[in-house]
């Protein structure tokens, strides 16, 4: 069983800054992807970042420039660093990770139970 725990979120003001970490536990043979996606109130989960594990980075337009994310694959956790936050970035942001629990299985998304960020005016 592969559990995520999200933490670092909180209450902010605009232009503010938090750092979200998540760490994996449970019995992980190999991890292919971690990465953030958040759920704002009336919409979808979009995609805010991932990371490879051979460290290759992908993130949403709307956070460009001002978030950053980095792995600690063989730890098993992957943090959020989160600069020049803004009302829109309010939302509950989870966790997720692709890996494998054996060689011989494929490859399963995993997801934490969410962080709430809130940042105010």
């Known amino acids: 069983q592969v559990q995520l725990v999200e933490s670092g979120g909180g209450l902010v003001q605009a232009g503010g800054s938090l750092r979200l970490s998540c760490a994996a536990s449970?019995?992980?043979?190999?991890?292919?992807?971690m990465g953030w996606y958040r759920q704002a109130p009336g919409k979808q989960r979009e995609l805010v970042a991932t990371?490879?594990?051979?460290?290759?980075?992908n993130y949403a337009d709307s956070v460009k420039g001002r978030f950053t994310i980095s792995g600690d694959i063989p730890k098993n956790t992957v943090y959020l660093q989160m600069n020049s936050l803004n009302p829109e970035d309010t939302a509950v942001y989870y966790c997720?990770?692709?890996?494998?629990?054996?060689?011989?299985?494929?490859?399963?998304?995993?997801w934490g139970q969410g962080t709430q960020v809130t940042v105010s005016s």
């Open positions: 449970g019995s992980i043979f190999r991890i292919n992807v």
């Open positions: 997720t990770l692709q890996a494998k629990l054996t060689r011989l299985i494929p490859w399963y998304d995993y």
């Open positions: 990371i490879t594990s051979d460290g290759s980075t």
